[in-house]
T-cell receptor, first 116, second 109 residues
Framework: DTEVTQTPKHLVMGMTNKKSLKCEQH?????MYWYKQKAKKPPELMFV???????INESVPSRFSPECPNSSLLNLHLHALQPEDSALYLC???????????????FGEGSRLTVL | GQNIDQPTEMTATEGAIVQINCTYQ??????LFWYQQHAGEAPTFLSY????GLEEKGRFSSFLSRSKGYSYLLLKELQMKDSASYLC??????????FGSGTKLNVKP
């Protein structure tokens, strides 16, 4: 199993809604990531979890709240978003540093979010 | 940002060779990665460099020169399916990846 699975694939929400994006991997990877990608732009780093601990927060607004319940799961809780938050949200994983490896990112197909 | 620059768009002919450049004005990274992203899909890993020099991987090769602040991705024997965006990314501390602006490659018959 070499996949990163994200749900839902599409999400439409209002500015007062609370929703969550989910990500799952069963490759034994110990680092998991959230990236945001706007149309025709590169992915922008949001959060990194390393060994289930939040290690990087790229000054993301608090209306985005990440959670890593265990080494296979990563959530992104959304509350009071703005229309400009509409984007493709990509989850990724990598093996982590404990074992020598290439360290490349494995991406999920993304959750396309529209905020009305 | 990390000031990672790539040409916005390139066009090449099927069967040809194309070089996609990536320049940066930063230091301290421990790897430079190349990803391919087809429209509407997730990025997929192509190649990476830790040390200066050329890394060859089938039809794809990547080159890094830290002293000159640039990398390139070389695609040989271009196929129509190679039409995609190509992203270079710098990695810091083994888990912090920053992506360049991306190059959209159009392969024509």
């Amino acid at each position: 199993d070499t996949e990163v699975t994200q749900t839902p694939k599409h999400l439409v929400m209002g500015m007062t809604n609370k929703k969550s994006l989910k990500c799952e991997q069963h490759m034994g990877h110990r680092a998991m990531y959230w990236y945001k990608q706007k149309a025709k732009k590169p992915p922008e780093l949001m959060f990194v979890y390393s060994y289930e601990k939040l290690s990087i927060n790229e000054s993301v607004p608090s209306r985005f709240s990440p959670e890593c319940p265990n080494s296979s799961l990563l959530n992104l809780h959304l509350h009071a978003l703005q229309p400009e938050d509409s984007a493709l949200y990509l989850c990724a994983s990598s093996r982590g540093v404990a074992v020598p490896n290439t360290g490349e990112l494995f991406f999920g197909e993304g959750s396309r979010l529209t905020v009305l | 940002g990390q000031n990672i620059d790539q040409p916005t768009e390139m066009t090449a002919t099927e069967g040809a060779i194309v070089q996609i450049n990536c320049t940066y004005q930063t230091s301290g990274f421990n790897g430079l990665f190349w990803y391919q992203q087809h429209a509407g899909e997730a990025p997929t890993f192509l190649s990476y460099n830790v040390l200066d020099g050329l890394e060859e991987k089938g039809r794809f090769s990547s080159f890094l020169s830290r002293s000159k602040g640039y990398s390139y991705l070389l695609l040989k024997e271009l196929q129509m399916k190679d039409s995609a965006s190509y992203l270079c990314a710098l990695r810091y501390n083994f888990n912090k990846f920053y992506f360049g602006s991306g190059t959209k490659l159009n392969v024509k018959p």
